[in-house]
């Protein structure tokens, strides 16, 4: 087997820039553990390890207000023996990190971006090379403070990442078992398997002659990605001793959002804020929000999958019910995929800057809120407004980019001309 | 320093305790703890036999009470309203062994009669539902989240009993933010024989007593069935234990509000090496002071009440713990000297006044107050309102023997405990020792359902402090959630102790106070600005996405733009089409008018 060079410089390099801040600065992964923006009430760290102390101690951790993490992270978990815990589950997050990227990698040199099986982009010249991609997701600030951080989004991110990387080579078989996965470790992904099994499909078809229809191939998949998630919530009811109450402390916890912990995200103040009387309408409207967009964006952007999943993943780190950083640094991980559309953006300096504005002011806003006292809530909720509104246009802006990408391929006389929608 | 249960438990009533047997008798102790401060311990004493009280036949044991027990077939009751901190480096040992005494602000536990968990909460619903009518007090909101099943900490008072076999369940609720006053007084001297009209109980004034530096009203009742078969019974104690200062209730109420002393009225120290003509250390001005019942109490005892036993020979009424030597005068009634030397009762007149002088001539000592067992304090590490930890010390003062006992909390569900970061160490060491804790029983908290219970079986070594501590994230709760002034903070209940002694002697409680805790709070004023501009966000991401989903694409110059010139045309043309409109109406008005006015 050669062994890239370039691929093991980089790893290389990553890894020791973890390993340098993991065990140079032994404070550094508590404290960012400890932040609102990484660690949200269902992937922090630290309820992990009371989950985890709780499960050693024969007391149910579904049994209490804590823990909302699945129990396979449990028996994963307590395989690390206890004296070595900390410095091996540095490890693990590491080699999670270097996953996430090898799986990029392997994204990105499949060229899915840029020229799908329906559509063939006239800029597929423009483009970064896989390692050029991965080197972008690994040195991210957002991606490195999440993997100090700890937080098991990171788990639900790699097994995003592999279902992707999986279907772009043509398995979608394991693809679909990782977004299992997924959607197991954390229910969100559940809406990406439209997409999932449109890419597994058009991969599919473009290397193969012969293919069942499209309906038959989704009826297919989507019964073993449910029969996936039925062995896996199987395979936790053993593990559990038995017991179902995981799935209301896991599930229904991401579903109903009583725990209102400050995060990144539009639901938490809007949740502390809302009338009793109409807290249920209002957790079904931000629910159907959120799936509303994966039809709508299926049909029109139906050419290009593995563009929909970005957006989807895009739209997730905005409005999903506990967003931190892991998901944000998921989605620009996807991103830069789409080199070749970046001079079709319109926004990008504002949207950059707004980004900048709020990672910055963030922080600084909820210390003068939760630890001087001289600001109030609104502060940081403010802060979380400007955040998501920049964050949804780089994901608005992107999109127009890659629609008209795929006009400009019908009509390539209007190349550099203004456009308007109609 | 060395010490061991027995003289503990009956520090107060070093007067040794001579009890005929009638079925209600009552007693007033007093004793000065320090030169300024004064306990003063009330109880009042009843008892009926368990048939008559299945039956209805209430005579001591008030009917208001016995009826909310059968009703919800409570067998032991104890009941617990409480102020202010008991002072254990100054005043010792708690009274009574801290058995009679609660956390503060209202603590109740009971051992229900039922069939099943479900069963016995609901009764003790039902239970608290009706003791919160009687006692004017908030225990009705004893939920769900305040309500705990204590394990190790509460054995039961009665005798007889086996809670086992019995299906007896034990529930226990506290409400550390309710303020204890005068109408949770009211009721509880209503409950007495005499209602507080006569006797000791007479005494019993809501500005003394709530004025007091710590104070405790205690109701027990529980069911004794002797050993040997004779008949069983249900016995009711009503408790009031309160610590005066001596000085401040001596202030003269027609000018309570303390001034500063004119320099002649100053008493000086003059055993001070700095004393001098121009200087002056107060001394301390309760040493050596007379004080009268009237003057501490605002009023003499109003004659006694069924202070007889049951061969009608007068019961003493009222201890005090004073040298024999010093001097007292008593208006009415008799005096006893007891052979301890140290103490003196005495009995009431049946129907006239009785005042009691305790003169400021003979000796002044006071009897070393007994060192406490244990030392235990509370309090909040860290700061921020995102999270924090509990830090307890415990402190065995006995140079020679280690002590275990029970350490138990009922924390608030939105104080969420890290239970993996819970470590004992000894003051001594840095390290934790995880040998201090025995056993641990743990029963993490729902959100808005349940609160967390931790019981802690912890031992600590001769003449050595454990430093126990914990970390917990503070939730931030619904708006509607908050209390009114949220930001005053929410209070987290005192943690019980109950100190294990091999022997079969009464048990010792201490109690530690409760806790402030600020969560961090939302703006009250925002909601309909929160609804609108979140909503206006979300909106603004859903209309830019779902305009390139649906709009399709042209060039800008295939479709008809904003021309500036046509629109001023069209404009133009519009006002022009309006102005003659006008015109041409107005001019047929005034035309109608004209020819009206014509005729």
């Known amino acids: ?30 404290l960012l553990t400890g932040r609102v923006e990484i660690s949200t009430p269902v992937t922090s760290f630290k309820r992990l390890q009371e989950g985890l102390f709780l499960y050693t101690h024969n007391v149910s951790p579904y049994d209490g207000g804590v823990f909302h993490q699945a ?18 589950t540095s490890l693990l997050y590491i080699a999670l990190d270097l996953l996430c990227a090898n799986a990029l990698i392997q994204i990105a040199e499949s060229g899915e971006a840029g020229s799908s099986r329906l559509f063939t982009s006239p800029r597929n010249e423009l483009k970064w090379d896989g390692i050029a991609i991965g080197a972008a997701y690994l040195f991210n600030p957002f991606t490195i403070a999440t993997c100090i951080g700890r937080p098991i989004s990171v788990f639900t991110n790699c097994a995003i990442l592999y279902a992707i990387a999986k279907a772009v080579s043509g398995k979608p078989m394991s693809s679909i078992l990782a977004l299992g996965l997924a959607s197991y470790l954390s229910l969100y992904p559940i809406l990406l398997l439209p997409p999932l099994i449109l890419l597994c499909y058009d991969r599919q078809a473009r290397d193969k002659k012969e293919t069942p229809p499209i309906s038959t191939f989704a009826i297919k998949y989507t019964s073993l990605f449910f029969a996936t998630k039925v062995w896996f919530l199987y395979i936790s009811n053993i593990l559990t001793g038995g017991s179902w109450e995981f799935i209301s402390s896991t599930y229904s916890v991401q579903l109903l959002l009583p725990d209102l912990t400050p995060n990144m995200g539009l639901w938490w103040y809007f949740f502390i804020e809302m009338f009793d009387s109409f807290r249920e309408f209002f957790l079904g409207v931000f629910w159907l929000h959120l799936g509303g967009y994966v039809g709508g964006l299926c049909i029109r952007v139906r050419r290009q999958p593995l563009f929909i999943i970005t957006t989807l993943l895009g739209i997730f780190a905005i409005f999903k019910p506990y967003p931190s950083l892991s998901d944000t640094s998921l989605y620009f991980a996807m991103l830069p995929l789409y080199r070749h559309i970046f001079p079709l953006m319109r926004y990008t300096f504002f949207a950059m800057a707004t980004i900048l504005y709020a990672s910055l002011l963030g922080p600084a806003f909820y210390y003068l809120w939760i630890y001087a006292g001289s600001g109030n809530a609104n502060f940081f909720y403010a802060i979380t407004l400007v955040w998501s509104l920049g964050l949804s246009e780089i994901v608005a802006d992107s999109l127009f980019a890659v629609l008209r990408d795929e006009w400009e391929v019908e ?8 456009v308007r929608q109609i | 320093m060395k010490y061991s249960f027995g003289p503990l438990l009956l520090s107060l009533l070093s007067c040794s305790l001579v009890l005929a047997d009638p079925d209600y008798h009552e007693r007033l102790n007093l004793q000065p703890l320090t030169p300024a401060s004064l306990l003063a311990s009330f109880n009042f004493w009843s008892k009926a036999s368990l048939q008559s009280y299945e039956e209805q036949h209430f005579k001591y044991i008030p009917r208001s009470l016995g009826q909310i027990l059968q009703h919800a077939k409570t067998r032991e009751l104890h009941l617990r309203f409480s102020t202010g901190r008991w002072d254990d480096e100054s005043w010792g040992a708690r009274p009574w062994g801290g058995t009679k005494e609660g956390g503060t602000g209202v603590e109740l536990w009971a051992w229900v009669e039922a069939d099943s968990d479900a069963g016995s909460f609901a009764r003790w619903v039902t239970l608290n539902n009706a003791l919160s009518g009687l006692f004017c007090a908030s225990l009705n909101f004893i939920d769900s989240t305040r309500t705990t099943r204590p394990r190790m900490t509460f054995e039961p008072a009665s005798v007889g009993t086996n809670a086992s076999t019995d299906n007896l369940y034990l529930l226990h609720g506290t409400l550390p933010r309710e303020v204890v006053c005068t109408e949770n007084l009211t009721p509880f001297l209503k409950l007495l024989p005499c209602k507080g009209k006569a006797g000791i109980a007479s005494l019993l004034d809501g500005h003394k007593l709530f004025d007091a530096s710590w104070q405790s009203m205690a109701i027990d009742v529980r069911s004794v069935c002797p050993a040997d078969g004779s008949e069983c019974s249900i016995e009711m104690e009503q408790t009031v234990d309160m610590v005066l200062d001596v000085q401040r209730s001596k202030r003269p109420r027609d000018n309570p509000i303390p001034r500063p002393v004119p320099s002649e009225g100053l008493r000086c120290d003059d055993t001070k090496p700095y004393a001098g003509s121009d200087f002056c250390y ?58 301890s030397g140290t103490c003196r009762s005495f009995t009431l007149p049946k129907s006239e006044p009785f005042e009691m002088v305790l003169s400021h001539l003979g000796p002044q000592t006071f009897n070393d107050h007994t060192t406490p067992p244990l030392y235990a304090s509370r309090s909040f590490t860290g700061h921020g309102q995102e999270r924090g930890g509990v830090q307890t010390l415990l402190t065995n003062p006995s140079l020679t023997s280690s002590i275990s006992f029970v350490y138990f909390e009922t924390l608030p569900w939105f104080m969420k405990l890290y239970l993996h970061t819970l470590t004992a160490r000894l003051s001594t060491s840095s390290t934790p020792n995880p040998c201090l804790i025995k056993e641990k029983f743990y029963r993490p908290a729902l959100d808005r359902r349940r609160g967390t219970q931790l019981e802690l079986l912890i031992s600590v070594p001769a003449n050595s402090t454990v430093i126990l501590t914990y970390d917990f994230d503070k939730a931030i709760l619904r708006y509607t959630e908050y209390p009114p002034d949220a930001n005053r903070g929410f209070d987290v209940a005192p943690a019980v102790i109950r100190l294990l002694s091999n022997d ?24 309909y600005n929160v609804i609108i501009l979140t909503s206006t966000v979300m909106a603004l991401a859903f209309g830019m996405i779902f305009n390139l989903l649906v709009r399709r694409f042209v060039g800008a110059d295939e479709v008809e733009g904003w021309d500036v010139a ?16 006008m015109m041409k109406k107005g001019g047929k008005g005034r035309k109608s008018i004209n020819s009206s006015c014509g005729n």
């Open chain 1, 1 to 30: 087997m050669v062994i890239d060079r370039r691929k093991a410089l980089l790893f290389g390099s990553a890894t020791t820039l973890r390993l340098l801040l993991f065990f140079a600065f032994p404070s550094l992964p508590d």
């Open chain 1, 71 to 88: 129990p396979l992270l449990l028996s994963l978990f307590a395989l690390i023996p206890s004296s070595l815990f900390s410095p091996l």
């Open chain 1, 411 to 418: 009509r390539p006389e209007m190349k550099g001309k203004d």
């Open chain 2, 282 to 339: 107060p001394s301390d001005i309760s040493n050596g002071q007379s004080w009268t019942i009237a003057e501490i109490f605002g009023r003499p005892i109003q004659g006694s009440c069924l202070a007889e036993d049951s061969n009608g020979n007068p019961l003493d009424s009222v201890y005090i713990d004073v040298p024999n030597e010093r001097e007292m005068y008593i208006t009415s009634g008799t005096e006893n000297k007891h052979l």
């Open chain 2, 504 to 527: 079969k002697k009464a048990p010792v409680y201490i109690r530690t106070t409760s806790l402030l805790l600020p969560l961090p709070t939302p703006d009250f004023s925002m909601p």
């Open chain 2, 566 to 581: 046509a629109l001023k045309a069209k404009l133009r043309g519009g006002v022009m089409v309006l102005r003659d409109k």
